[in-house]
């Protein structure tokens, strides 16, 4: 009866399982000393002027934010370089990805994704009752030449992860702009730059000049990664005007909290709480680099602050051994590589705790 009632969209959405939280493996495994390489967090933790602009306006809490995100829309407008009105500030970039799905995906439309997606660009399609379109990624980078292959009629938006997750990897501007010039006006290229402060490579696209030029795209940034405020759910988009406007239309109202936009806004004053994080992610990068090579183990270089490695075997049951000792990775089916598993990139001790645990396991 209540399947009925359903709409056949909503069964064909899987759960997302999200990594185990610290405390609920204390919990279960009676351990008291975890540490969490699972979810691409930064482990310097928010700039010491976020977290005293967040203790300012907990009193404001009794009234609903500013709906409007007056102040750090104009802070982000002025340092990327648009007027307030193309940039969007959502609940994580996460909401940015649904509100794209709810403002241009109709039944019937096709979305480009990789065959194993990030889980939010699956989730959106399948919600707005569009068809997917998986491309197989070619030596663990996105193929567009062999996504601009599928462009057919019917598509919608092309979803990008650029860094990808989990492989770590980018697609350059020029390969960029080749498929945008096969896309042409059909379409929308949403271009997820999550870990776009992370990304070291020169050939890295310049997306906000593509934005500048009227191209559909819509570049999606985050707060969660680099600025370490995961726990407030802030990211930000930019857009060309219609699309921003179409965007603004569907954003739910004061999505964004009072506390998130008052972090936020003081994280994008210290500069050098992002160059810190930046030094301990190269550092961290060497370090994990050296020793997964002493262990024979393969891993793809990363433009990102995580990195997957190859561990030769079946990565649920290596996972599954780390967190009995007090590491929690993220090894997923989801992945589509099931010898793989992808580390958060963390503080110098947390580096080698995780690889003395790595050895005890493969030894
Ligand atoms: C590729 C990618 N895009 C988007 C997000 C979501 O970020 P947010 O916390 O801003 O919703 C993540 C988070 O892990 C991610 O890995």
């Keep these: 009866m209540t399947e009925k009632l359903v709409r056949p969209a909503i069964t064909r959405l899987k759960p997302y399982i999200p990594g185990k939280p610290i405390e609920e493996v204390k919990r279960e495994l009676g351990l008291d000393d975890v540490i969490k390489l699972a979810s691409n967090e930064n482990p310097l933790g928010p ?5 005293q602009a967040m203790r300012k306006c907990l009193k404001d809490v009794r009234l609903y934010p500013d709906n409007e995100c007056y102040h750090l829309k104009r802070k982000l407008a002025q340092r990327l370089g648009f007027p307030p009105e193309q940039v969007l500030v959502g609940r994580g970039s ?4 649904h509100m794209i799905g709810l403002a241009f995906l109709e039944k019937g439309d ?8 990030f889980v939010l660009y699956e989730f959106t399609g399948t919600l707005m009752d569009a068809e997917l379109v998986r491309v197989p990624l070619r030596e663990y980078r996105y193929d567009l030449e062999a996504m601009a292959e599928r462009i057919g009629p019917r598509t919608k938006l092309a ?3 650029n860094p990808n997750n989990p492989t770590g990897t980018i697609i350059t501007h020029d390969e960029l702009v080749r498929f945008l010039d096969r896309l042409g006006d059909q379409g929308i290229v949403v271009l997820d730059e999550a870990y776009y402060e992370y990304a070291e490579d020169a050939a890295y696209p310049r997306s906000l000049e593509l934005v500048k030029e009227g191209r559909n795209v819509i570049v999606l940034r985050t707060f969660s990664k680099i600025y370490a405020l995961a726990g407030l759910r802030i990211g930000y988009g930019v857009a060309r005007p219609e699309l921003a406007a179409a965007l603004a239309k569907v954003r739910e109202p004061f999505n964004v909290s009072t506390v998130a936009q008052a972090a936020a806004l003081a994280s994008l004053e210290d500069g050098f709480q992002v160059e810190r994080s930046l030094k301990i992610n190269r550092r961290g990068k060497k370090y994990l680099y ?3 090579k002493r262990l024979k183990l393969k891993y793809v270089p990363t433009e990102a602050n995580f990195i997957f490695v190859d561990c030769g075997r079946d990565a649920l049951e290596v996972a599954r051994e780390l967190l009995r000792r007090g590491v929690i990775v993220r090894a997923d089916p989801a992945f589509g590589y099931p010898t793989h598993f992808r580390v958060t990139v963390g503080k110098p001790a947390q580096n080698r705790r995780f690889i003395a645990a790595l050895k005890e396991v493969l030894a």
């Design 94 to 97: 996460d909401e940015i990805i």
């Design 110 to 117: 096709e979305v480009l994704i990789p065959s194993h997606p």
């Design 159 to 161: 979803f990008i992860g």
């Design 290 to 292: 050296r020793e997964l």
């Design 47 to 51: 700039s010491p002027r976020a977290v």
